[in-house]
């Protein structure tokens, strides 16, 4: 799959569900109102749209939610999924979680192929935890990712970085990921669905954070690459690594090898679009076969977008986008 401007589309993230045990204010509203289950896709139906990315050149599918791990009998999709390495097509398939469920099914997720996850973690202090969550409290969230690690799986700690609620707590944060072997990626905070805070308040540009960071870390330039939009640099006293996704900042438009597909089978050719593609109407019509859905896989991939046009200030006060990143893989 080749986009207008010469991107090879490798990278799926689906969404299998647009709900959550957690409330993070960056990512839902407090009261939210969730997809009913006729407009939602079955997992076999999700399983049969991945076949048909696989099919036409997707090496990488990342599952996500809302919390995908809270959708009843997601293993099932994993296992499917995971038949599709080794040969089959698929060169990784892999998970964002913010956690909680982890300690039970760490086991389940390695068995069925993941190696690699991403895990939501935005503070190590349960107070701002719970504020962050509104909810949740830290230990489900830490119990499942030594639960991860102990089942073998290669964890990444996921942390959106906001001005004056976690900014203080990177340098805490990259030691802890060096004494237990994980990762961290930065985030900026997206203008992204209808939420109680002021995203102005709440920026706060990587560039800044970075140099931050150097005054007591030295971060080494590094080619690494997870197939994400993640730029990577090792930390010399840690010996892992920082990521920093900088949409804001500096976005990575440019090398863009993704799309998304939510748990409806809305498939969106950029985050920070509202440009669409109905694939579950193609799905359940009776007379589109395999190639009729790899078409219309094609016809929206024509269809990608060069770039988002995220803005974040005060004279802007509808959110770029009004979608909850929740419903595209928050």
């Known amino acids: 799959m080749i986009d207008p401007f010469g991107r090879k589309i490798s990278y799926l993230r689906v969404s299998v569900t647009d709900r959550c045990d957690l409330r993070c204010v960056y990512c839902m509203a407090e009261d939210m109102t969730f997809l009913p289950k006729k ?14 990315f696989i099919a036409l050149g997707t090496e990488k599918i990342r599952l996500t939610g809302g919390e995908p791990l809270v959708r009843k009998n997601v293993i099932s999709l994993f296992r499917s999924l995971g038949q599709r390495l080794d040969g089959g097509g698929l060169k990784e398939l892999t998970v964002t979680t913010n956690g909680t469920q982890l300690e039970k099914m760490a ?4 068995a069925a192929g993941v190696r690699r996850i991403n895990v939501s973690l935005d503070s ?15 230990e489900p969230t830490l119990d499942g990712i030594f639960a991860a690690k102990a089942a073998g799986l290669q964890v990444k700690i996921n942390a959106v970085a906001m001005k004056g609620v ?14 237990h072997g994980f990762d961290l990626c930065l985030i900026e905070t997206m203008p992204l669905g209808e939420i109680s805070q002021d995203r102005t308040d709440q920026y706060l540009p990587l560039s800044t954070v970075r140099s931050r960071l150097r005054e007591h870390w030295t971060l080494q330039e590094t080619d690494y690459k997870t197939g994400g939009p993640a730029r990577y640099y090792t930390v010399k006293e840690t010996g892992r690594r920082i990521g920093f996704i900088t949409p804001m900042t500096h976005n990575f438009c440019e090398s ?5 597909l939510t748990c409806t089978g809305t498939l969106y050719m950029c985050l920070g679009q509202d440009d669409a593609a109905d694939l579950r ?6 007379k589109v076969d395999e190639a009729g859905l790899q078409q219309a896989i094609l016809e929206a991939i024509a ?6 046009d ?5 004279d802007r006060q509808a959110p770029a986008v009004a979608r909850h990143m929740s419903v595209t893989g928050g």
């Open 107 to 110: 086991g389940d997720l390695y």
């Open 124 to 138: 190590l202090d349960p107070a701002t935890f719970t504020a962050l969550t509104r909810w949740g409290k830290i």
């Open 166 to 179: 976690n900014e203080h707590e990177f340098d805490r944060m990259l030691v802890w990921c060096g004494e």
């Open 281 to 286: 109407r193609v799905l359940r019509d009776p």
């Open 303 to 308: 269809r990608k977008p060069k770039g988002h």
């Open 39 to 52: 407009e939602v896709l079955t997992l076999e139906e999700l399983d049969r749209l991945c076949g048909a």
């Open 310 to 314: 995220f803005v974040i200030d005060r």
């Open 256 to 260: 863009c090898n993704r799309v998304r």
